[in-house]
């Protein structure tokens, strides 16, 4: 089992940043790959981003390109996700999730959840 710890989130105006911490144990944390959703109020889950076990490559959903950020320490066993130029519609709850492939379309691990609300 892998027990995923996210935290960060908060209120924050249109265009200021936020950085979301996701804090992982129970199994070796370089073995999975990572993966950050989100989930807006009458909306079903999306994805954002995710980063390979190395960290050596991430891949973004459009809407967030240029602005977010994903990045792991696997020293720290922390996943990270940078959030720039937030807009109103990036108000979610912010989850991150674990799995051992990188193109996993069903992760197998889940935190509970950070809120991220934008004020315009």
């Known amino acids: 089992q892998v027990q995923l710890v996210e935290s960060g989130g908060g209120l924050v105006q249109a265009g200021g940043s936020l950085r979301l911490s996701c804090a992982a144990s129970?199994?070796?944390?370089?073995?999975?790959?990572m993966g950050w959703f989100r989930q807006a109020p009458g909306k079903e889950r999306e994805f954002v981003a995710r980063?390979?076990?190395?960290?050596?490559?991430?891949y973004y959903t459009d809407s967030v390109k240029g602005r977010f950020a994903i990045s792991r320490d696997n020293a720290k066993d922390t996943v990270y996700l940078q959030m720039n130029s937030l807009k109103p519609e990036d108000t979610a709850v912010y989850y991150c999730?674990?799995?051992?492939?990188?193109?996993?379309?069903?992760?197998?691990?889940w935190g509970q959840g950070t809120q991220v609300t934008v004020s315009s």
């Open positions: 129970g199994r070796t944390f370089s073995n999975y790959a």
């Open positions: 999730a674990a799995d051992r492939n990188y193109d996993a379309s069903v992760y197998n691990y």
């Open positions: 980063t390979s076990r190395s960290g050596l490559s991430t």
